[in-house]
T-cell receptor, first 111, second 114 residues
Framework: TQLLEQSPQFLSIQEGENLTVYCNSS?????LQWYRQEPGEGPVLLVT?????EVKKLKRLTFQFGDARKDSSLHITAAQPGDTGLYLC???????????FGGGTRVLVKP | DVKVTQSSRYLVKRTGEKVFLECVQD?????MFWYRQDPGLGLRLIYF???????EKGDIPEGYSVSREKKERFSLILESASTNQTSMYLC?????????????FGPGTRLTVL
C-alpha cells in the first residue's frame, strides 16, 4: 500500500488544455515536493511546499499544499508539449528525514 | 551545475551474479541516496548515506548493500542478483539532511536480471 497516492496515473490532453494532478495521503507530511522526470533522465525538483494551505506558482504551474498537510495538487494552465513527462510527488514524513514518493502521473500533451 | 553520474545506463546480468552500481556526485554533498523505480510504484528508497562510511536502511534494503568509502562516491551492491531486482536504479545527492533540501538525481541505470 502506497503512503502517497497519485491520481490519475495517466493523463493525455491537447495543447492548450488545463490539467490537475492530485497527491493524497492519510498521513501528515512536514513538507512536500513535486518532481518532473523526462524519459532517460532522473527526476528534477520543481517545488517544495512547507506550510499547510501554501500555494506556489511556477509560470503556468500552480502547486497547493492541503491545509492539513496530507495532500497536494499540481495544476497546469494551458499545457504545452514541453510539459510532457512523469510528475512525482514526494512527502517528508513529520517524524523522519526520508522522502516517500507517490506512484507518479504520466502526462502527455499532444500538439 | 550539480552533476550526478551513474556508471552505466543499461546493464544485463544473470541470476546469482554480484552486481555493482556506481554513483558519483561532484558538488561535495553530504547525503547520497539509492532508489529503485518501478512503474506505478514511484521511487522507493533502498539505502542512504549521510557521511563517509555511514549508511542507513531505507524502505526496501533486503537483497542490497551499499558502500561509501569516499564522499563523492556511493555504490549499490546486489550480492546475488535475482529477477525481482530487475528495475531502474536512481542515485541522488543533497547538501543538507532532511527532505526539504533538493535532491539531485542521476540519469538512472536500467538493470535487467535474466
Amino acid at each position: 500500500t502506497q503512503l502517497l497516492e497519485q491520481s490519475p496515473q495517466f493523463l493525455s490532453i491537447q495543447e492548450g488544455e488545463n490539467l490537475t494532478v492530485y497527491c493524497n495521503s492519510s498521513s501528515v507530511f512536514s513538507s512536500l515536493q513535486w518532481y518532473r522526470q523526462e524519459p532517460g533522465e532522473g527526476p528534477v525538483l520543481l517545488v517544495t511546499v512547507v506550510t499547510g494551505g501554501e500555494v506556489k506558482k511556477l509560470k503556468r504551474l500552480t502547486f497547493q499544499f492541503g491545509d492539513a498537510r496530507k495532500d497536494s495538487s499540481l495544476h497546469i494552465t494551458a499545457a504545452q508539449p514541453g510539459d510532457t513527462g512523469l510528475y512525482l510527488c514526494a512527502g517528508l514524513r513529520a517524524a523522519g528525514n526520508k522522502l516517500t514518493f507517490g506512484g507518479g502521473t504520466r502526462v502527455l500533451v499532444k500538439p | 551545475d550539480v552533476k550526478v553520474t551513474q556508471s552505466s545506463r543499461y546493464l544485463v546480468k544473470r541470476t546469482g551474479e554480484k552486481v555493482f552500481l556506481e554513483c558519483v556526485q561532484d558538488m561535495d554533498h553530504e547525503n547520497m541516496f539509492w532508489y529503485r523505480q518501478d512503474p506505478g510504484l514511484g521511487l522507493r528508497l533502498i539505502y542512504f548515506s549521510y557521511d563517509v562510511k555511514m549508511k542507513e536502511k531505507g524502505d526496501i534494503p533486503e537483497g542490497y548493500s551499499v558502500s561509501r568509502e569516499k564522499k563523492e562516491r556511493f555504490s549499490l551492491i546486489l550480492e546475488s542478483a535475482s529477477t525481482n531486482q530487475t528495475s531502474m536504479y536512481l542515485c541522488a545527492s543533497s547538501a543538507l539532511a532532511g527532505g526539504t533540501d533538493t535532491q539531485y538525481f542521476g540519469p538512472g541505470t536500467r538493470l535487467t536480471v535474466l
